[in-house]
């Protein structure tokens, strides 16, 4: 993960004249989807996060605020980073959306000994070779007695298809998650898969981020998430929620990561260092999930 933060500080160097609003505008998504009632009208307002990583969250950043001030009791459980700084700055960044944050497992650790990694570990890697890295029934088992305990009515992950990009580390817990989800074991009345409909796919992240990571002599990970994990990419958004009124807020949270995270954040949510709260959010206003109920649950 170092190398990937890195390469985001170079890349973060890539345009000396600044972007235009020109610029911001062709990245932004042309789909529209139905918009999420579920969030709005949901009695028992209670949200459990279960990430990675810290800054897994971005993508749902501006919902979870959204969720904070209508009232909603919101947590993030994540694994514990091999950095205590930068979890010390998700503890300060978490103040600014949600209610707490639980560091747990690490995953570093959990890697067994005797696998052969050659790629950096936030490279793709087959789910049967996440089958071998990881310690899954560890895991499985301490998720399920956290989520328990805090019996959220929704959860919020990453999707469980590709992780967003590819890491492994996305893809386990998202996957996790979902087959804890999928076999009753846990409890939930919904989880909210964070997702890119496939504008903003084609645009950042296979475009985009090809071509600044090809400048420096580096693949794509996601390119080869799609050939790893399969060539749809990260499945089609159910809904949409939209952000626009918690453009502060998002924009907020977002600045108050570390510069290192920022800046590999900058990849996912591109340019967002350059503009104001209120002229980036008001292109990319929504936040697109794929969301999974017990109804849905034989599609998993």
Request: proline letters at 5%; hydrophobic letters at 40%.
């Amino acid at each position: 993960m170092r190398k990937l933060l890195a390469l985001a500080c170079l890349v973060a160097l890539y345009s000396c004249s600044g972007p235009s609003e020109a610029d911001l505008t062709a990245l932004a998504p042309t789909e529209t989807f139905p918009d999420d009632t579920f969030l709005e009208t949901a009695t028992q307002k209670r949200a459990l996060i279960v990430t990675a990583h810290d800054d897994d969250l971005v993508g749902m950043s501006g919902t979870i605020a959204k969720l904070q001030e209508n009232g909603w009791d919101i947590k993030q459980i994540t694994f514990t980073s091999e950095s205590s700084e930068r979890d010390s700055a998700l503890v300060q960044a978490a103040q600014l959306i949600m209610d707490d944050v639980e560091f747990i497992w690490k995953a570093h650790d959990q890697r067994r000994s005797d696998f052969g990694q050659t790629e950096a570990p936030y490279m793709p890697i087959t789910k049967a070779d996440i089958e071998k890295v990881f310690n899954k029934a560890e895991l499985a088992q301490l998720l399920t007695q956290k989520i328990n305990d805090y019996n959220p009515a929704v959860i919020f992950t990453m999707d469980s298809e590709i992780g967003g990009y590819g890491h492994p580390e996305h893809v386990l817990v998202s996957q996790l998650v979902a087959d804890l989800f999928n076999a009753g074991t846990i409890k939930a009345e919904r989880i909210y898969q964070t997702v890119y409909p496939d504008s903003m796919e084609d645009k950042i992240l296979k475009e985009r981020l090809t071509k600044q990571l090809e400048e420096w002599g580096y693949p794509n990970p996601y390119m080869l998430a799609l050939e790893v994990y399969g060539p749809e990419g990260m499945p089609d958004p159910t809904t949409q929620v939209n952000i626009q009124d918690q453009a502060e807020a998002k924009m907020q949270f977002l600045h108050s990561f570390r510069e290192e995270e920022r800046n590999t954040i900058g990849q996912f949510i591109p340019l967002f260092q350059h503009f104001s709260h209120d002229v980036y959010f008001k292109v990319f206003d929504r936040e697109f999930f794929r969301v999974i109920s017990k109804e849905q649950q034989a599609q998993l």
